[in-house]
Structure formats: structure tokens, C-alpha cells
């Protein structure tokens, strides 16, 4: 796998699109469409990795399967 999974839904409680990174502990944005929230949370997604990176922290590598990638294999 080359890049982390990806979660957009739509939240009724913030009237927009959420997407998230389960594999970056606390990763997410928000958007008024699917395409805006994929787009800002590739934004958070970079600011994320780079903080780690700067912090000496470790980075996870990509592991996360959503359970329908689990089943089709």
C-alpha cells in the first residue's frame, strides 16, 4: 500500500462532509462537499506528517483496511 485510507462522511451534527485518517491519530477536516473535505484533509494530512517528522516522533506507516477491502480478497 503507498498512501493512508481514507473516511469522507457526511455529519448531520456539523452540516458537512468529515473526512479522516484512521491510521494519524487525530487527522481530519472538514468540507461543505466530499471533494473540499478530501482536499483539506490532504492539507492536514501533510501538516501532520511534517509536525511528526519536526517532533521526532515516529510516523505509521499506512495499515488501515476499511472491513469491505478485508472481505473481497
Not at 457526511?10 to 487527522?27: F, K, N, Q, R, T
Not at 519536526?54 to 472481505?71: F, H, L, N, T, W
Amino acid at each position: 500500500m503507498s498512501d493512508y485510507h481514507i473516511n469522507i462522511f457526511y455529519s448531520d451534527e456539523d452540516g458537512g462532509y468529515i473526512a479522516d485518517i484512521p491510521d494519524l491519530d487525530s487527522c481530519s477536516a472538514f468540507g461543505e462537499t466530499p471533494e473540499k473535505a478530501l482536499a483539506e484533509v490532504e492539507q492536514a494530512k501533510q501538516a501532520w506528517l511534517e509536525a511528526a517528522r519536526q517532533a521526532g516522533k515516529p510516523v505509521p506507516p499506512p495499515r488501515y483496511r476499511p472491513v469491505i477491502y478485508q472481505m473481497s480478497r
